[in-house]
């Protein structure tokens, strides 16, 4: 099953943008830009093997890559998932024959195929600092930032992209059911995570060899580090014991794009405390997905779940914000959720992830993905394991 995003309405949009800036070409330097404006998936990292998307306002596009690329682009370009087939590469060491030019002189490489394309005087850049770094202005070249442009457009997602993180959702859920099936007394994490990522990997390949599929998916806290939002040292050896809150993760990957779907799991029988935080962690998130809607702005939601803390006497216990950006990277643009007073548009799409972390109770967490609609927002991951009794683990 092909997964594909119109690519075309894309790369309109940027030459408008040069059209309308008076720019002769953008440039994008950062991975996930990159991806965005060619959709290949970098497979090199750039402090060490610099690339770069050129966007011209007129003439076709093109990419300097390391040559370490070279396939890895052929596959992408034969299975349609990247659009830009005019490649220049360059080498990881100077050659005795075919000669081509090394790492070291990206400098010259990147003058010289502008040139060839008769594109000089204003350059668009996704970062300058990426590009600096590795390009030197001159007279017949000037740099113009246009990262905000960019991050712009990448905030509004299209049809086809919430597509994708729809499906990405949909195989997240399928980790969900498993969880719920094999999550036990005794168990050991390594032993839940190998059966739930076997179980959304199945899901994952029906979507075809010709997609990039992606998969993590792992307990991130249970029993004593359940209240260490990220892990810790120690949580990843535990086995599983009566008792423990658990919050575990799942996060599949579909060209590009990621669901983010987190749950709050009890094995056996929750306190009268953790039933309370549980409750009041479930009715925050709840308050924060009511408050995303067109007509408030992206700090109405992370105020909704705080207030909700503050009302049940648990603001002590909030760690982080309620949710960010999600798209082609974990966590985009905004990352500034509580503070930011941009009004909510339909096609933005966010996680609502508001928790709590008790030391000596426990951590609660839901991780859910909401699109911005015209109406009340979508909820993409599935509502069914937000359940007390759901997700209350009665077995060994």
Not at 52 to 74: F, H, N, Q, R
Not at 104 to 114: G, I, V
Not at 289 to 297: D, S, W
Request: negative net charge.
């Amino acid at each position: 099953m092909k997964v594909r995003v119109d690519h075309k309405r894309r790369l309109e949009r940027i030459r408008q943008y040069l059209s309308e800036n008076k720019l002769r070409a953008m440039v994008t330097f950062e991975t996930y830009n990159l991806l965005y404006a060619s959709g290949f998936i970098m497979d090199t990292a750039f402090v060490e093997r610099p690339f770069a998307a050129v966007i011209p306002a007129e003439g076709d596009p093109y990419m300097i890559l390391c040559e370490l690329s070279t396939y890895s682009s052929k596959f992408a370009i034969e299975q349609g998932l990247c659009w830009i087939d005019d490649i220049v590469f360059y080498s990881e060491h100077p050659r005795v024959s075919k000669r081509v030019y090394t790492v070291k002189e990206w400098n010259r490489l990147f003058h010289e195929a502008l040139a060839q394309r008769g594109l000089k005087g204003s350059i668009g850049v996704d970062s300058m600092s990426l590009a600096t770094s590795v390009v030197t202005q001159t007279g017949g070249l000037q740099f113009v930032d246009c990262s905000e442009f960019i991050r712009d457009m990448r905030k509004i997602k299209s049809e086809e992209e919430l597509d994708i993180l729809r499906k990405c959702a949909q195989a997240s859920d399928v980790g969900d059911e498993r969880l719920a099936e094999v999550l036990a007394d005794g168990k050991y994490h390594y032993e839940v995570e190998s059966e739930v990522g076997e179980a959304v990997w199945k899901e994952l390949v029906k979507y075809g060899t010709d997609n990039y599929v992606g998969l993590n998916e792992y307990i991130m806290g249970s029993g004593p580090y359940v209240v260490a939002p990220h892990s810790a040292p120690g949580n990843a050896g535990r086995k599983l014991e009566k008792g423990d809150v658990v919050i575990t993760g799942v996060f599949p990957r579909i060209n590009g794009y990621s669901a983010e779907n987190e749950r709050t799991w009890f094995i056996g029988e929750p306190t009268q405390h953790q039933v309370k935080a549980f409750n009041v962690m479930k009715k925050a998130t709840e308050a924060c997905i009511e408050a995303a809607v067109i007509g408030n702005r992206w700090a109405d939601i992370d105020a909704a779940a705080q207030r909700v803390y503050e009302d049940a006497g648990y603001a002590e216990y909030i760690l982080h914000r309620t949710g960010h950006g999600k798209g082609l990277e974990g966590h985009e643009y905004p990352f500034d959720m509580a503070f930011n007073m941009e009004p909510l548009k339909p096609g933005m799409v966010s996680s609502a992830e508001p928790g709590i972390y008790m030391p000596g109770t426990g951590a609660f967490r839901f991780a859910d993905n909401i699109i911005i609609t015209t109406g009340k927002a979508e909820h993409v991951t599935s509502l069914k394991y937000k359940d007390l009794d759901r997700v209350t683990i009665r077995r060994k």
